[in-house]
């Protein structure tokens, strides 16, 4: 507002004195900046909001990270005999052949046996093997689920349950690679037909637990050795496990075993054997050892 635009004659006469005496003054409406008395000013200076964008930035960057793996979960524990069931079944060359009847007779045919031997007062057989000259053992353990616990079945396994025919090269290839003694008879020998475990149960132990089941039971049969083919397609693995538990090796063996040349595998020999067992009994006040089968290891033939 100046001088000029005042209408009243008597305010601009007052304001011309005025004026005239202080030639700066005037009634000039500036805009003030209104003071913040409750922080920094409401506007940012350049290096400020740069400042503020590079931080927002970064903190919006720290929320869309994604947050950190969680640690890995603790291998499984190993299993031990006393985690595995073992069930001897019949050994079909499929399993599209084991029909519902043939598992409803082996069924019976073992219930019978069970019941003969309750009422007779007999003890029930520690081992009982089915007709064939071949069986599967079936490894089961108890898993924890949503409804509570179950049996999982863990791993197969198929081998003789006969007294081998002595052969000259079995009995040079026990005394070369075993440095065995003859018996009587000859040396007899079984042999590991197929080993098989499911993917969750590999390498927890399971194939351990079979070859020492596997091999007391061939004692049990009466066979001093125990055959098998190692084929891992030549990586060596393989070969390399069995010779570990104790076989070994045997060329001159190829021939009889199917795999000429190692063709579909390696030709190994191993020993039979019973594991020996720390649980211990007390019958009659005595202190006994606990037999392998029927005892440390849980084998049930019904």
């Not at 069986?135 to 079945?153: C, D």
């Not at 020492?212 to 039971?217: G, I, R």
Request: positive net charge; hydrophobic residues 35%.
């Amino acid at each position: 507002m100046t001088a000029s635009s005042i209408r009243n004659p008597i305010l601009q006469f007052v304001a011309i004195a005025l004026t005239i005496a202080d030639p700066t003054f005037g009634f000039v409406h500036t805009a003030a900046p209104v003071k913040n008395t409750y922080g920094p000013p409401t506007t940012y200076g350049a290096a400020e909001r740069t400042h503020r964008t590079t931080t927002g930035n970064r903190s919006m960057r720290m929320k869309s990270d994604p947050s950190p793996p969680a640690p890995p979960s603790p291998p499984p524990p190993i299993l031990q005999h006393a985690d595995v069931t073992w069930n001897i079944r019949p050994f079909y060359e499929k399993d599209a052949d084991r029909s519902k009847s043939d598992r409803l007779k082996h069924k019976l045919a073992t219930s019978a046996i069970r019941f003969e031997c309750r009422i007779t007062g007999q003890t029930k057989p520690t081992v009982l093997l089915p007709r064939g000259g071949k069986t599967v053992l079936e490894a089961y353990v108890i898993e924890r689920g949503k409804l509570g616990k179950k049996r999982v079945l863990a791993g197969r396994f198929g081998m003789t349950t006969k007294r081998g025919p002595a052969d000259p090269l079995i009995d040079s290839a026990m005394q070369k690679y075993l440095a065995s003694d003859l018996t009587k008879n000859g040396i007899a020998a079984g042999a590991i037909i197929f080993m098989y475990v499911s993917q969750p149960y590999r390498s927890r132990g399971l194939g351990t637990l079979a070859i020492d089941v596997m091999s007391a039971l061939q004692s049990y049969i009466g066979n001093d050795a125990i055959l098998c083919v190692a084929d891992d397609d030549g990586s060596g693995k393989l070969t390399a496990w069995y010779e570990s538990h104790g076989f070994k090796v045997a060329e001159e063996l190829q021939h009889i075993l199917g795999t000429p040349g190692g063709k579909h595998g390696e030709a190994m020999i191993g020993p039979t054997y019973t594991p020996d067992t720390d649980e211990t009994t007390t019958v009659n006040g005595e202190e006994i050892s606990v037999p392998f089968l029927g005892g440390a290891c849980n084998i049930k033939w019904w």
